[in-house]
């Protein structure tokens, strides 16, 4: 079991949103930039000005494909799965890691959804466990399939009602 990747994908809006989340934060770099260049260029630092310019619009330009990269990437490489020992997660692209959390330790079994990914339609899942080193998190499924995950942990775990 343990040997291969997990079946279940993410749903396929989270590249759209990751995609999004990176644009936000590469907007904010850009007027954080521009800000920075207009307030020098004012204080008749015109060099300094073309400097940060220069080199602000080079990051930006990195941020940008960045994100769009990052995006790609994570939504690819991340799968889950429920097995007869516990939730099967396997994420990352450049740093893999493979985690099995067991039935038997998880304590609560939890959705969540900010502004931006309830714009996108999806939910998150939080499992917290008894473990020193945490739960884990499923990002981006389709609400349907969230709460059926949560119901199969839940039941699984032995978790009571309304937990």
Known sequence: MILREPVNALDPRMRAYRTTQGAILTLVAAGLVTGATVILATAGAATAAWVVGVLGALAVG??????????????????????????????????RRWQVVPHARVQTVDTKA????????????????????GGSEIPGLEPAVAHALVEELALRAGLEEGT
Not at 114 to 133: I, N
């Open 114 to 133: 900010g502004p931006l990914m309830r714009a996108f339609g999806l939910v998150a899942v939080e499992v917290t466990t008894a473990s020193a080193a």
């Open 62 to 95: 990195v941020l940008a494909v960045l994100s769009v990269l990052v995006a790609q990437l994570s939504y690819r490489h991340y799968r889950y799965e429920v097995t007869e020992l516990g939730l099967y997660v396997a994420k990352g692209w450049l740093w």
